[in-house]
Structure formats: structure tokens, C-alpha cells
């Protein structure tokens, strides 16, 4: 682990070093920092020493810990045609237990060139695409998955996730385009393959326009990187009556194997409602009400008896409320609820950017539910699942964003 | 002496027939002042100071706009660099480029205050079009920085304005507005408006340091500062799209 973090620290420097040398020198450079102070009620997690495997959970008691991010970002403009961003993350150590992850982890976070020529574009590296429309729920984001209720409600950007892809984007018009995208096939190099398969290489496209209003967004994913190869089709719409309006749904189509419970297993619509209510030029109320509809899925409550048993539950919802009183506060209610077992949890926030580029913060995150809900007050042992579960309750949190 | 009244008020109706003619209304000078801030096509460059108890923070940024409905709008400054708004007659677009994400807004959207600022989109756009939304009442005349100025109180005949009352001073003039009061409905005083400094493009004189200050709260204060501005110039119609918006 020292030795991987030592390359990894190396690796960054001559990244650095390269980024500034070859021109970014001349660009923009930012440095991004969160910090977190949380106390929480949570339970001991038992990992197995050698191997990192998660063995169960122990007793509860109250936590505080300390986690954060810095971000550094290297942007460059080139000559007005060409763009670059290599951004490193170095999160410090966090709640959610890495097993022998003592140091500092730090990834990489983009890493991409865009290149503009007459009729398209280029986009090459670790970036994001932004398919479909949701903040919590979009069902057309059949790129990263935007469909599980276990978010980060305290995060800055709720969905973040990058991948190394090449993408081209061609427009028609000046409110229409379409757009392709290859991503390459996962890497085993503990396997000795240094390249990945080529039949497991994931690729799509989708086309973006407006008819009359409405926005429409249709496309398609051949997800190779799946344990079973995947088609994943998938339609947005978005539009306005009042609230602005956004529809999304999709299905996977496995590759080989049984296509009907597969489908019957990942359809699934998303939906928003939003509208911002300016009560002058600057305080406003916005409302937002998103929902993931999975028709097929469970409708009843259903008692986990383990992990592997959770149900997925037909229907999620996820209200926000957020009143902006001044230039400079934020005050925020935001929801994750599973009406069908009856669960929720709830995430209240303030938000006072008090000086240039430094905001501080405050949260209170609020589990409802009974022990084998998909939120709990206080969670089943055996349904603990690491990765989602480290707040057992409640927790409290305060800290700073510093964006420089 | 019946003769010499009808010859004397006679000689007082040519007298006073050409300023009751020409006079202008409340509708009439709001039109024109609309008409003179509204501009074919504008690129400018400047920077919103917003200042508050704890200090200053300063954004800055570039913007196209063509006509009354068009504009493009890029922050320049670090904490919100690369962010992107398109505004069209009915839409609003949003780039966030850390998300490489396009959001699409319509509605109430399309009223907010650039930043959380008290400076509008429309305010950035210079389109302006503030009879189909207010009633317009002339109150008289008053000087402001020595210059002679139409007061003009403006009533919302709609909800969906900012302020739903407004008294503004325009420039006989130039017709610029060189101060301004907003107020509640119930007539509580929100902000006041003065434009500290104007240059004169194409012919047109147009307020480059604007100060809006908030009378709710101590020493809380917007200043837009235009740095750079060309009116006029040829815009490619793809300035205004989605390929430049994600750019």
C-alpha cells in the first residue's frame, strides 16, 4: 500500500510537472477544498486483515470524525479551439473505513483534451457525460447509473463519477446535436491483461433535440463492462406547464441469457418537477420533486432477512425545498423516501458563503425507517451494508468548501 | 372687450397646442428608454462586486446578447469559471463544465438574479420591456445629478416581476434611467438603484457603473462595472447555441 502510495505520489508529480511545463503554465489553476467535521452514531465494521473482506458489523456508539477532499485543477484555453482539464482529488482520511488505507488516497478526477474542428468536436480522457435529466433519479443516465437512493445529499455535486472515454459531438443546428462515445474495456492487469477484452468495450450514442417545447434526448449504451454484457436504451423528455418538467426511462437488454426478467428486473422511469419561485431579485424558493419508478420491482414491503435479500423497492421519491434568503445563505430541506416500506431520510443543510470562494456548512442527516427498511433509525446487523451504511441514524456535520 | 378675450385665447391655444402635441407620456418615455437600452447586438465584459458585512466578492464576466432575447453569459471568475448561461425568449440553458452537464430551465427561471446578485439576466441583455408589464404613471419632473429627469412610478400588472413597484428617473435626454426605488406591493422601499457613471456608444449614452444598494440590511450593496462594451457588431447566430454554450 505505501509503495503503491509512493508511485501514485510520484506518478502525480510528473503528471504536474508535465501539465505546467507543456502549457498550462499559461492556463488556469484552482484549488478545490472541502472539509467535514461529522458526528454520528454508527457501529464498529469488522474487516479481515489480510484480505480487506468485510465481515459484519459490532457494536453501535457515537463517532466524530474528520473527511474532506482538496481538489487541484489545471485548466488550459490553448488557442480557442482546444481545451484541457487534469484535476487530482486527495481525500483525507474518511469515515468510510478503507481497510490499511492509512494515507491519504488521491485520484485522479478529470483528465481530458477537447478539441473543436468545423462540424464537431472531440472530447478525449477521464471526464463526465451528463445523459438525461435528474439531480437524484435519472433513469437516462445509462452511462454512470443514476438510480440508487444511497447519495450523498451533503456533497456538492451528488452524481460525480468519471470514466476514460472518447467522445464525439456533432451539432445540428444551434439547439440539436448528436453525440458518440467509446469507452474502453475494463483493464486486469493483476490478471495479466494490461489491455481489456475488446469484445467487453462499451459504446453508444444519443441525439438531442427539441420538438415544438419539449426537449427530447434519445439514445443508446452497449454497456461491455458488465458482468453480462448489456443493451441499455433509453428516452428523456423535458418541458414546462408551470414547473419545469423532466421524464426519463430505460431498460437493459442483456446480451445473452434470459432478456424478460432482466428487462423485468431494470425498467425504469424517472421523473422531476421544478420551479423556482423568485420572491424578489434575490430571495427565492425552489421546489423540486423527483421520483424513480421501477413498475416491475416490489410493491409491497418485503422483511430482508440478509444483505443479499434487500429488496428494490418500486417506487423513490426525492423532494427538496431551498430558500435563498440573501446573496450569500442557503437554507435547505432535501429527502430520500421509500414509500412502499414506508422509510426515509432526511437531510437539512445550511449553506453561508461568507467570504469569496469560502462557504461554510452545516447538515443534519435524519434516518426513519424500522431495522430492515431501506433507510433505518438504527440498522439490522446482518443487513449492514458498508458502502451505505456508515450513518446509523443520525448524524451532524459541519465544515467549509474553499474554491481558489 | 369680448373680442380681445377670444383674440387672446386664441394666441394662448397656438401657444400651448405644440407642447400639449409633443408632450410625452409615462408610456412614451418608459418606450423609449426601453428602445434606447435595448440594443441589435451587444458583447461586453465587466464584473459584479457584491458587497456585504464580511467583505467583498467580486465575479466577473464576458456576454453576447442580440435583441431583447438572446444572450450568452461566461463567469471568468476562479470560483465559478467556465459556467455558462444561455438565455433564449423562452429558455434557459445552464453549463456546468466540471459535470459536463446541460440543464435546460424554462419558467421562473428566466427571472432570477445573475449570481444571487441583484442585477437580472434582462438587466445583462439590455432587452428590456417594461409596459407590457406595468402600469405607467408620470409624476413630474426632478433633477438628478443635475441633469432634469421624467419621474415615472410603475405599478405591476403582473406577479411574475421582481418588485411590484418601481419609481424611476429618466434623463430627459438620454433617456437612460439614472436612479431607481423598488418597493413592496405595500409600498415597504426593497433597494435603490443609481447609475454612477455612463459612456456614450453609438450615439447612445449607456450607464457602465451601476450601484444597487439593499435597504433591508446594513451596508449590503451590488456594483455591476461594464469594463469593455461594443454595440452593434456583427454576432454569429452561433454564438447563441448549444455548441457554444458547452464549449
Known amino acids: ?404 | 372687450m369680448i373680442r380681445k378675450i377670444r383674440i387672446l385665447s386664441t394666441l394662448l391655444l397656438v401657444l400651448l397646442l405644440p407642447s400639449a402635441l409633443f408632450a410625452l407620456t409615462g408610456e412614451d418615455i418608459v418606450r423609449k428608454a426601453d428602445e434606447m437600452q435595448t440594443f441589435d447586438t451587444a458583447v461586453s465584459s465587466g464584473e459584479l462586486r457584491i458587497k456585504d458585512r464580511f467583505g467583498l466578492k467580486v465575479s466577473t464576466f464576458n456576454a453576447w446578447s442580440r435583441g431583447a432575447d438572446e444572450s450568452l453569459i461566461e463567469f471568468t471568475s476562479i470560483a465559478e469559471r467556465g459556467q455558462k448561461i444561455l438565455r433564449t425568449e423562452e429558455e434557459l440553458y445552464l453549463f456546468y463544465p466540471d459535470a459536463e452537464e446541460l440543464i435546460r430551465m424554462q419558467g421562473s427561471a428566466l427571472r432570477q438574479g445573475m449570481l444571487g446578485s441583484d442585477i437580472s439576466y434582462e438587466d445583462m441583455t439590455g432587452g428590456k420591456d417594461r409596459l407590457s408589464k406595468y402600469s405607467i404613471e408620470l409624476q413630474g419632473d426632478e433633477a438628478v445629478q443635475g441633469r432634469d429627469c421624467y419621474v415615472v412610478f410603475m405599478t405591476a400588472n403582473t406577479r411574475t416581476v421582481p418588485y411590484q413597484k418601481q419609481k424611476i428617473w429618466i434623463d430627459k435626454k438620454s433617456f437612460l434611467v439614472l436612479k431607481g426605488e423598488y418597493y413592496t406591493k405595500s409600498g415597504r422601499l426593497l433597494k435603490e438603484m443609481e447609475t454612477l457613471e455612463t459612456r456614450e456608444y453609438a450615439g447612445r449614452e449607456v450607464a457602465i457603473r451601476t450601484r444597487i444598494s439593499d435597504k433591508m440590511k446594513k451596508d449590503s450593496e451590488t456594483l455591476m462595472i461594464i469594463d469593455e462594451l461594443e454595440i452593434d457588431v456583427p454576432i454569429d447566430e452561433d454564438k447563441f447555441s448549444l455548441e457554444e454554450l458547452s464549449w
Open chain 1, 1 to 404: 500500500m505505501v509503495v503503491k502510495g509512493i508511485r501514485t505520489g510520484l506518478w502525480i508529480v510528473l503528471m504536474t510537472a508535465f501539465a505546467i511545463t507543456s502549457g498550462w503554465a499559461d492556463g488556469d489553476v484552482s484549488l478545490d477544498f472541502t472539509l467535514q467535521n461529522t458526528i454520528l452514531r454508527t457501529r464498529e465494521i469488522e474487516y479481515d486483515t489480510d484480505t480487506g473482506e468485510f465481515l459484519g458489523v459490532g457494536d453501535q456508539y457515537w463517532g466524530y470524525g474528520v473527511s474532506g477532499t482538496a481538489g487541484i485543477s489545471f485548466k488550459s484555453s490553448g488557442s480557442g479551439n482546444t481545451k484541457g482539464d487534469l484535476s487530482f482529488d486527495f481525500n483525507l482520511p474518511e469515515m468510510e473505513v478503507i481497510p490499511g488505507a492509512e494515507a491519504p488516497v488521491i485520484t485522479l478526477r478529470r483528465a481530458y483534451v477537447k478539441a473543436r474542428f468545423p462540424g464537431f468536436r472531440l472530447t478525449a480522457g477521464k471526464t463526465r457525460l451528463g445523459w438525461g435529466d435528474g439531480f437524484v433519479f435519472n433513469s437516462g443516465d445509462v452511462i454512470f447509473g443514476s438510480t440508487s437512493p444511497y447519495v450523498d445529499l451533503t456533497a456538492s455535486e451528488v452524481r460525480a463519477e468519471t470514466k476514460w472515454l472518447t467522445s464525439l459531438n456533432i451539432p445540428l443546428g444551434r439547439f440539436s446535436f448528436v453525440e458518440a462515445l467509446v469507452i474502453p474495456p475494463p483493464t486486469d492487469p493483476a490478471g495479466g491483461m494490461i489491455a481489456g477484452d475488446l469484445t467487453r468495450t462499451s459504446g453508444g450514442g444519443r441525439i438531442y433535440t427539441r420538438v415544438g417545447n419539449t426537449k427530447v434526448e434519445a439514445g443508446y449504451m452497449f454497456r461491455g463492462d458488465e458482468e453480462d454484457p448489456l443493451h441499455r436504451p433509453y428516452i428523456g423528455l423535458q418541458g414546462n406547464f408551470g414547473p419545469d418538467w423532466y421524464l426519463a426511462g430505460s431498460v437493459a437488454l442483456p446480451v445473452r441469457g434470459d432478456a424478460a426478467s432482466v428487462a423485468e428486473e431494470s425498467f425504469n422511469l424517472s421523473f422531476g418537477l421544478f420551479h423556482l419561485q423568485q420572491l424578489d431579485r434575490i430571495r427565492s424558493l425552489s421546489m423540486r420533486l423527483e421520483g424513480l419508478v421501477m413498475p416491475l420491482q416490489e410493491w409491497e414491503e418485503q422483511g430482508p432477512q440478509a444483505a443479499e435479500d434487500i429488496p428494490v423497492y418500486g417506487l423513490l421519491l426525492y423532494p427538496e425545498i431551498v430558500y435563498i434568503p440573501d446573496t450569500s445563505l442557503q437554507y435547505s430541506v432535501r429527502g430520500l423516501l421509500s414509500p412502499v416500506d414506508l422509510s426515509g431520510q432526511v437531510t437539512l443543510g445550511v449553506s453561508w458563503d461568507i467570504l469569496q470562494g469560502f462557504t461554510v456548512n452545516g447538515y443534519l442527516i435524519i434516518n426513519a425507517g424500522d431495522s430492515r427498511d431501506t433507510f433505518a433509525w438504527s440498522r439490522e446487523t446482518d443487513l449492514w451494508q458498508p458502502q451505505f451504511d456508515y450513518i446509523d441514524g443520525l448524524a451532524v456535520s459541519a465544515g467549509f468548501n474553499y474554491i481558489y
